[in-house]
């Protein structure tokens, strides 16, 4: 460009602004033009060259309960919202099945009224859950920000001593002979399962022994029989203050929702010099929840996905648990990262973070995939069987990833640097005896590679971190500090003078002809008898 003369259609003001370039695609035709549509005189832009460790992505967990949307629908939304915690549908005393198209329009018709959405823009996950598009990213924040119309759905759960009036069936008359011990529910959440309700109905603040799955029986699915130990527990659980308001909670279905976005898949190279990673959005969407974050991801070698756990479970508790497995003191923090809905609420699910990929493979090991994790704060309970599993990664395309950090005691980290014991084992040790022949000690030596060793990074940290951070990763480790050691002795021997054989350092500074003065070797010898004994007078002192 011209700059002398005045920039078109803009004032000084606006024309020698540094606004970033609107880039329009990979290639140099695409800069160029990008560059002749500039709105300004100058234009800054940046290309990130990320490590290939900084690269690392996770696997989204693919949910096999979830069923994702069809491809017509995820192409033709620009934002997605996945809501859960919907009622199971009933038809006829019967749960709703997703292969029926009528249930699972109920399922789609509950989420659009949740939301104020048309009923099309809505694709059914299972009978509990959906995906919700919108066309417009302005609208989707809005319904984000709102929310549903209700936080929960679903009535409060009715309990009531049995009669056996007009109950029908093999279930209903095994209890015949208990009835004064057993009670009725009717309003259960569609879909609950006998040991759900068995693990539920004692409201938390009871004294009283939890009921036994093989003590429920279920009539249909919002109805069921329990049989209690006596006629007096009946009475004691049916007189119970808390009752109503455990009852109110039981019967509530809360509905969860997050943030769903398509999944970004690799689509090859682009670029001038077909260098730089090119990625797509792909047909899968993808809830949040469904992988850790970026950051906590790659700032650890491996992370765990824990499923089921107790609402009240904390990062003490997790750390408190997994400490055992690990070498160093836990990141209480730092290393442990909770899914929660969109409003903040807990989900049951969390991503543990470990330093060394071996120690969570260890713990996964020693847990067979399920741990129950006590609270360190409250003894009253402990998280029931919580699934582990290990989140996996993606393949990084081009780039040197590091090696497994490794596992080095203190002691050994204190002998590595201790060259007295490191840096002979790379020489001969013929060649030490005739350097101590020729008045090189060997303490002097050891003195000499320490101090390169602890004051020189390069063949220190640089040569002896992982691969990926040394400053030659196609070589082993200490390779530096090796080939160092090596070449200073040879070219120690190179210089040592003797009697017998000068060498030609020595004969340079006579006269060619001339009688080798060799009185300079039996001054050398009192030097270092003089030199040895100031050492050994200053030790003494």
């Known amino acids: 460009m011209d700059f002398t003369e005045p920039f078109p259609d803009a004032p000084d003001v606006i024309a020698n602004q540094a606004v970033p370039l609107r880039l329009h695609g990979p290639n140099l035709d695409d800069f160029l033009e990008a560059v002749i549509e500039h709105p300004t005189k100058y234009a800054e832009f940046k290309r990130i060259n990320d490590h290939a ?56 018709e509950t989420a659009a009224n949740l939301f104020g959405v048309p009923v099309l823009d809505v694709s059914p996950a299972n009978m509990t859950s959906a995906f919700i598009g919108f066309d417009d990213p302005v609208v989707a924040k809005e319904k984000r ?50 040991a759900m309700v068995a693990r539920n109905l004692i409201p938390p603040q009871m004294e009283m022994d939890p009921v036994k799955e093989e003590d429920v029986v279920l009539l249909s699915p919002t109805t069921a029989l329990v049989t209690l130990e006596s006629a007096a527990r009946v009475e004691q659980l049916t007189k119970s203050l808390t009752l109503p308001a455990h009852l109110e909670e039981m019967g509530k279905s809360h509905i969860r929702y997050f943030k769903a976005k398509r999944e970004i898949v690799f689509a090859g190279y682009d670029g001038p010099a077909g260098g730089q990673e090119r990625k797509v959005k792909g047909e899968r969407l993808i809830v949040d ?49 909770f899914v929660t809905c969109y409003r903040g609420k807990p989900t049951g699910k969390a991503y543990v973070g470990f330093d060394r990929k071996e120690e969570a493979t260890n713990l996964l090991r020693a847990c ?52 007295s014991s490191n840096w002979e084992k790379h020489v001969d040790p013929n060649d030490i005896l005739q350097l101590e022949r020729a008045g090189i000690r060997k303490d002097i030596l050891d003195d000499t590679f320490d101090t390169i060793r602890r004051h020189n990074r390069t063949f220190a940290i640089e040569d002896t971190s992982i691969r990926g951070e040394r400053v030659n990763n196609t070589e082993e480790m200490g390779h530096q500090f090796k080939t160092f050691v090596r070449m200073y002795i040879e070219t120690l021997k190179e210089c040592v003078s003797t009697p017998e054989r000068p060498g030609n350092v020595y004969e340079d500074i006579h006269y060619p002809g001339e009688e080798l003065d060799l009185s300079i070797f039996d001054l050398e010898k009192e030097r270092q008898k003089k030199l040895l004994a100031f050492e050994e007078k200053k030790n003494n002192e």
Not at 176 to 191: I, M, S
């Open 368 to 419: 067979s995939g399920f741990a129950k994790i006590p609270s360190l704060a409250n003894t009253d309970y402990i998280s029931s069987n919580s699934s582990l599993r290990m989140v996996k990664e993606r393949k990084v395309r081009r780039g040197l990833m590091h090696d497994e950090r490794p596992r080095r005691p203190v002691e050994t980290l204190l002998q590595e640097l201790d060259s």
């Open 53 to 108: 460790e900084s690269r690392r992505e996770p696997l989204p967990d693919r949910q096999r309960y979830r069923v994702n949307p069809a491809k017509e629908f995820v192409v033709s939304h620009a934002r997605f919202l996945y809501v859960t915690g919907m009622p199971h549908p009933v038809f006829d005393d019967e749960l709703g099945t997703f292969d029926n198209p009528l249930h699972r329009h109920r399922v789609a």
């Open 145 to 194: 920000k709102q929310g549903p119309n209700k936080e929960y759905l679903g009535e409060a759960v009715v309990l009531s001593n049995y009669n056996n009036e007009g109950e029908e069936g093999d279930d209903a008359t095994n209890v015949e002979t208990n009835k004064e011990h057993v009670v009725r529910l009717e309003n259960l959440p569609a879909g609950w399962s006998a």
């Open 289 to 337: 929840g469904d992988v850790p974050s970026k950051d906590f991801f790659v700032s650890h070698a491996a992370v765990l996905h824990l499923r089921n756990l107790h609402p009240n479970t904390t990062k003490e508790d997790i750390a408190a648990w997994a400490q055992p497995y690990c070498d160093s003191f836990r990141d209480v923090q730092g290393s442990v990262e």
